[in-house]
């Protein structure tokens, strides 16, 4: 079957390029606000906001609909419009706002560009460490311009593998055990709390990453990340189709190691 | 009573000094490896070692032996002479190794002098992320050059709690069911797996880090930093009383939130 990303063929270094934009864009605002401080705020869902992730997140839709008019845009800082164009850029102008608010480096931009659902564009960069990690269809993987191969990369010691934390299992229900058993299989555990531990996952650093019940701006630039590296990308669940609204589980890294863990989610 | 560190009042403006000189012997080593690439191999606990680690410990002695003949050094990578001086040098030159290898930004460097036993000075220094926390007897902890106090520190959200991987855990003995039981207890978990964990701690980025079957030269300047910042060094257990032999599982951080694990770890 013929991969609809294929008719982009003419247009994706240009797409590459545009998101390689709003990524320097969102680092300037990030780099000028840490270094002039801002206000911070708490959400009705208790987490943190602050007025670079709403500033930041206005400019780069501005900055999307003033060059493509036509595109949907889906992003965590404001109510989203109904998707009504094959192409759909998702953003997430901090991901770890909490660790952002508490001076830890981790956090980052998130940026990723659909086409028919399927994954185009993805960027991940981490204004505060200097890392961006690329992604695009059929283009390879970069971080900081080096590609990325993730089958090249010898698993050195025992699994290494990044989770979410405990409290994101306990989001819908309590899954808690989920994490008890999967900490217990894989004792050799990070856990970031922010888009660096897929950063990690996407330039082999960590073997993988569990990310449980999270948005689809959260993930949205990890499956092509680590899909043009030659990794693998599974969903494990998801709440709902309507990628506005869905709460949604995923596990990718080098394509063994997803396997394991994948097999260790599902058996009794 | 009198603390024995009093009697140190005339010197201890040139041995935090002489501290800072070996951390920044120790960031200079690491950054031309960093640059120019060196050989990894892994020890007989399987964890790994480079020659970096090996290095920079050797160098780090001799400029110690070199200025304080007397002083005692207890460190990662040599095996340690018996405790002679009241004045003990604690290193670790990169603790963090296995993310060091798998380039992850935060291993770091641990400095530590101990007088009659009692902290003096501590210094942890993260090369890759510029990052230095340093903490001296009578005069206060400074994270880059900032004074910090813990005290002054609201907490913002649910309690952020680092810990040890859960295979530290299992080093003496199964006490998984404790990690499960904490992270059961403070969700909000992370786990970064190297000093970075204790800096954050240190200026309040975390409430505070429950550090679980660790040696003498991790924990080496932890207390003096957490102290001088006005917080609380708990130790939880320890194996054995000479230094370089000892396992010890220690927590520490903000006071009010140090209360609250060292509770839930004794509770049934």
Redesign the interface.
């Known amino acids: 079957m013929k991969d609809k990303r294929d008719d982009l063929a003419s247009q994706i270094e240009e797409l590459v390029s545009f998101a390689n934009k709003l990524a320097d864009t969102s680092r300037m605002q990030i780099l000028k606000a840490m270094n002039k401080g801002f206000r911070?705020s708490?959400k009705t869902d208790?987490s943190?906001v602050t007025e670079v992730d709403v500033n930041t997140e206005s400019l780069l839709r501005k900055v999307i609909s003033d060059r493509y008019p036509d595109h949907s845009i889906v992003g965590e800082e404001f109510s989203n419009a109904t998707i009504n164009s094959p192409f759909v850029w998702y953003l997430d102008p901090i991901d770890g706002t909490?660790?952002f608010?508490?001076?830890?480096?981790t956090f980052g931009t998130i940026i990723g560009l659909h086409y028919f659902g399927l994954p185009v564009v993805g960027i991940i960069d981490h204004p505060a460490?200097n890392i961006r990690s690329i992604g695009a269809y059929s283009r390879g993987t970069y971080c900081n311009n080096s590609q990325i191969k993730l089958d090249n990369i010898d698993i050195?010691?025992?699994i290494?593998l990044g989770i979410s934390?405990?409290?994101n299992?306990?989001r819908q229900g309590n899954e808690?055990i989920l994490?008890?058993k999967i900490?217990?299989s894989f004792?050799?555990?990070?856990?970031?709390?922010t888009c660096f531990a897929y950063t990690?996952a996407a330039?082999?650093?960590?073997d993988a990453m569990l990310d449980y019940n999270v948005r689809s701006w959260d993930i949205a630039a990890s499956q092509i990340l680590i899909e043009e590296a030659g990794g693998k990308f599974l969903t494990i669940k998801k709440s709902a189709e309507e990628p506005s609204l869905a709460i949604v589980s995923v596990v990718f890294g080098k394509n063994e190691i997803v396997k394991q863990i994948s097999e260790s989610l599902t058996e009794n």
């Open positions: 911070i708490v208790k943190f909490e660790e608010v508490n001076g830890i480096p460490l050195k010691s025992s290494r934390k405990r409290t299992f306990l808690g994490f008890d900490t217990s004792p050799n555990i990070r856990i970031f709390d990690c330039n082999g650093s960590l």
